[in-house]
């Protein structure tokens, strides 16, 4: 299983985040989309500077873009990364679109469906871009509908608040072959029950998003926390080894708690 970071951009530099991803050792690294940054733009400007590997989105939104603009800047961020570009997508949540950007949020199925149907012919026109190959295309998707578009039209999914458990029974059965990157929160500490606590305090108004409440559910779940893997450096690895025996081909690590401890356990 390959190791994934996640690099969160608000309200730091460029350099900051090359930095960071430089050091990790990390196969992979991810921007997701939030404020400020365009996330396409933002990793190919940090896999232009970090050779050796992989840069992606996770994820950037649908809804605000046309399949053929973003087809175009994810064929550039290729072209700029020398092919170590990886593009994640999806709908977003209700609110977010329909608040921020004015795009009613009916039938996101649906509209995934139509979006995957135009963008992949499209990402595979490499027309003028020389030596470029079509970029890996991930679908965020958590319900079977939507895990059922990932199996048909993308090359697989990105997860997030999913156990190992969730994982075996809820995705592995709906995906043939694709890719599984889960992402998760994960922190090394010798006190996971006061850490867990900080992150309840933090991320508990998440799983009042439909989307992922429904997924919580699924998975017989109540917190999004209870997805998270905190512990010692023994239990984090068991953690891990846990997803990567569920069938998760790429682990995507957003750290918590001590940085420095958590990165030399992933190593």
């Not at 290729?78 to 593009?87: E, H, K, M, S, W």
């Not at 595979?124 to 970029?135: A, F, H, I, N, S």
């Not at 239990?235 to 001590?258: F, H, K, N, P, W």
């Amino acid at each position: 299983m390959r190791i994934g970071l996640l690099v969160h951009s608000v309200g730091r530099t460029l350099d900051d985040l090359v930095a960071e991803a430089a050091e990790a050792a990390v196969d992979t690294a991810y921007v997701n989309e939030t404020v400020g940054w365009d996330p396409v733009q933002l990793a190919a400007l940090i896999g232009a500077r970090v050779p050796g590997i992989e840069v992606g989105t996770a994820v950037t939104l649908t809804y605000p873009r046309h399949p053929q603009a973003l087809a175009l800047a994810a064929l550039s961020a290729q072209a700029a990364t020398g092919n170590r570009f990886v593009l994640g997508v999806g709908p977003g949540h209700k609110a977010p679109m329909e608040e921020r950007f004015g795009i009613s949020y009916d039938k996101p199925a649906a509209h995934v469906r139509d979006y995957l149907t135009r963008l992949r012919p499209l990402l595979d026109d490499t027309t003028g871009l020389v030596g470029v190959t079509r970029p890996k295309l991930l679908l965020s998707a958590l319900g079977p509908v939507m895990l059922g578009i990932a199996d048909e039209l993308a090359d697989g999914t990105i997860l997030v608040w999913t156990t190992a458990k969730g994982v075996a029974e809820l995705v592995v059965p709906r995906l043939h072959d694709k890719e599984i990157v889960s992402l998760a929160q994960v922190g090394v500490t010798d006190d996971a029950d006061a850490l867990r606590q900080q992150l309840a305090a933090g991320f508990g108004p998440v799983k009042k998003l439909p989307n992922y409440h429904k997924h919580l559910a699924r998975q017989g779940l109540t917190s999004v926390v209870e997805t998270a893997i905190l512990g010692d450096e023994k239990v984090v690895r068991q953690e891990i080894q846990r997803l990567a025996d569920a069938g998760v081909t790429e682990l995507v690590v957003s750290v918590v708690g001590d940085r420095g401890r958590t990165l030399a356990a992933l190593r």
